[in-house]
């Protein structure tokens, strides 16, 4: 498989997501945390039934395979699996908490930071080797980070919790690649909702009835949660995670143009320069990809 595939599949999995808004603003009636619960669920009910029904074979030879597995890769498995699950929700659990009651801004800016935690936790843990041009790059984002959270010190602190869950949900799936990608993101998004469904009761509001919210919610479910995250875990199989990380800034480029272009909301010229300096950074950290005819292969296996 070409490498250039699987910065595809990252590339495809953070554009899509940039266009998140679009899904969301028709639903600005409803609570966050609604949309959180239904969006978990329904995607739970769907990525079931297609494992049931059309995937019972990819299943079972997981299932022999695991149980083939030594003790020590069993629970390597369940550890990356179930804790990159658990990584999941607590970031989609402070990420409603920070845009609600916190702000728009600190939850963007998690996602801007998002990127320079990945790499370094990568560098950290897994032993990925950086080019001095891909520190380069980091540094570049670093900057732009900071130009963006002047005067806003307070939503560093928030965006830095919601930025290192999600980041240690990267760097976790990069070693989980034992099992099929649909299957473990299957079982994730089971364990998410487990965890979810004791604060359901207390904390949901009225069965929603118009068919705005289901039409929306199915969007959501669809595009904006199975098919990117399926693809995100895909990517990881074959490029390390911190090129998947960096990925994360097309992300809330994205969105910032289509604050800028769609909704007509005021940008300043700070913001402006920021958001090119991030540009610059993920053209210069992947720039072996970008600008070479003969992209080098990445090992797609990890020792566990």
Same mark, same amino acid.
């Given at each position: 498989m070409r490498p250039n595939n699987y910065y595809l599949a990252a590339f495809s999995a953070f554009f899509i997501w940039g266009f998140f808004s679009l899904a969301l603003k028709p639903l600005h009636n =409803? +609570? +966050?945390?609604d949309i959180l619960f239904y969006r $978990? @669920? @329904?995607s739970v009910a769907l990525m079931v039934i297609i494992n049931v029904i059309f995937r019972r074979n990819v299943m079972l030879q997981n299932w022999n395979y695991f149980k083939a597995m030594t003790p *020590?890769? *069993?629970r390597s498995v369940i550890v990356l699996t179930l804790g990159g699950g658990l990584f999941l929700s607590s970031n989609w659990f402070v990420f409603i908490y920070v845009m609600n009651h916190? #702000? $728009? *801004? %600190? &939850? #963007?800016l998690a996602y801007l930071i998002c990127p320079i935690l990945t790499t370094i936790l990568a560098f950290v843990l897994l032993k990925e080797q950086l080019s001095k041009w891909q520190w380069f790059a980091v540094s570049i984002g670093a900057f732009s980070c900071v130009l963006l959270s002047l005067n806003h010190f307070e939503d560093i602190f928030y965006s830095l919790i919601t930025? %290192?869950? =999600? &980041?240690?949900y990267l760097v976790s799936q990069r070693k989980n690649s034992e099992l099929d990608k649909f299957l473990v993101l299957t079982i994730q998004l089971v364990f998410t909702a487990i965890i979810l469904l004791p604060f =359901?009761? *207390?904390? +949901?509001?009225a069965l929603?009835?118009? #068919?705005? @919210? =289901? #039409?929306c919610l199915l969007i959501i479910v669809v595009f904006f949660t199975i098919i990117p995250l399926f693809l995100n875990l895909y990517a990881l199989k074959g490029i390390n995670s911190s090129a998947v990380g960096i990925m994360i800034y097309i992300n809330p480029i994205i969105g910032f143009m289509l604050a800028l272009f769609y909704f007509h909301e005021k940008v300043s010229t700070l913001q402006l320069f920021s958001y090119f300096l991030i540009i610059i950074s993920i053209i210069v950290f992947n720039k072996k990809i970008i600008f070479s005819k003969k992209a080098k292969i990445v090992p797609a296996e990890i020792v566990i």
């Open positions: =409803y +609570s +966050s945390l $978990v @669920f @329904f *020590k890769q *069993k916190i #702000s $728009v *801004k %600190a &939850a #963007s930025a %290192a869950t =999600y &980041a240690m =359901y009761p *207390k904390h +949901s509001g929603p009835t118009e #068919s705005l @919210f =289901y #039409s």
